[in-house]
């Protein structure tokens, strides 16, 4: 059995610890709340903008546009949604997991375009290329930065580097539930995306044509699927981060309770080899 000092110490580290877990818990907490509301206000946006453009293009028949079309190279690119920090689970390890058990993403044809340290450093470990790097945005993710990432990668699609690109995020749905998910943003498909859309047959008309009108429509639309996907991680990360803090605390808790028992019966241990020690002595001396 452990010596009452050891116990002593143990059970002082872990109060410790408990402490920390604790503060986190309640700061993620407080994190939460604003960042769900500002995902949960901005989803009916996201979503309109996505049925929208599903709705124009199921109306408007066959269009050769270049971002309705895959590339014809292999290669592949796809948006990492991570964070920068841990002790938030298997928040995102479930996003390298999602990306590295794909069958369409293989790390020898695949540019990562990272938003997250976490997910960065674990896709490099798996052999991804780490083609950007934009950790710092999901500190404070704003519709800017996405607008700036789709403006490179439109860029590298147009000009044949990459022929796909997809986005890895991870859904919030409630406190204690954040799915991965990973979505094909280009080419844009209509009998892959458009199970939301409406059954209508009007044709879609375009004024001045079609080529201008998608040119300024589909970049909007991946700039906002990527928006949306960064306050939903945000959103989730700090759920996952609160529910893996509170089961910490929780743990903490019943440690300290088994390390008081074993104190205690230590300490009467203790006490009892004393007695016996005196009573010994007692009657030798008598």
């Not at 280009?186 to 044509?209: I, Q």
């Amino acid at each position: 059995m452990a010596s009452m000092r050891d116990i002593k110490r143990r059970r002082a580290s872990i109060q410790s610890t408990g402490q920390i877990t604790k503060a986190m818990k309640l700061v993620s907490t407080v994190k939460l709340q604003k960042s769900r509301q500002k995902a949960e206000n901005s989803k009916p946006y996201f979503d309109t903008m996505y049925d929208t453009i599903a709705s124009m293009l199921k109306k408007s028949g066959a269009i050769d546009h270049k971002y309705l079309k895959a590339g014809s190279t292999h290669r592949k690119a796809v948006i990492a949604i991570t964070s920068n920090r841990g002790l938030a689970g298997g928040y995102n390890n479930n996003i390298v997991k999602l990306i590295a058990g794909s069958g369409e993403l293989k790390a020898e044809s695949t540019d990562v375009y990272a938003i997250g340290r976490k997910g960065r450093d674990g896709l490099a470990k798996k052999g991804y290329e780490i083609k950007q790097d934009y950790s710092d945005v999901i500190n404070n993710p704003m519709y800017q930065d996405a607008a700036d990432l789709t403006v490179e990668l439109l860029d590298t699609f147009r000009r044949g580097e990459v022929g796909e690109i997809y986005l890895a995020y991870t859904s919030f749905k409630n406190t204690v539930v954040h799915i991965p998910k990973l979505i094909k943003l280009l080419p844009f498909t209509v009998e892959e995306e458009g199970e939301r859309v409406s059954k209508a047959h009007a044709l879609m008309n375009y004024e001045p044509d079609e080529e201008a009108v998608l040119d300024m429509i589909i970049p909007k639309y991946v700039s906002s699927l990527i928006f949306g996907a960064l306050q939903e991680a945000v959103a989730s990360e700090n759920g996952a981060r609160m529910t893996a803090m509170d089961s910490a605390t929780n743990n903490a808790g019943e440690m300290l309770g088994k390390l008081e028992l074993q104190y205690n019966r230590a300490r009467q241990g203790s006490i009892t080899q004393e007695l016996t020690e005196i009573i010994a002595g007692a009657n030798a001396i008598n």
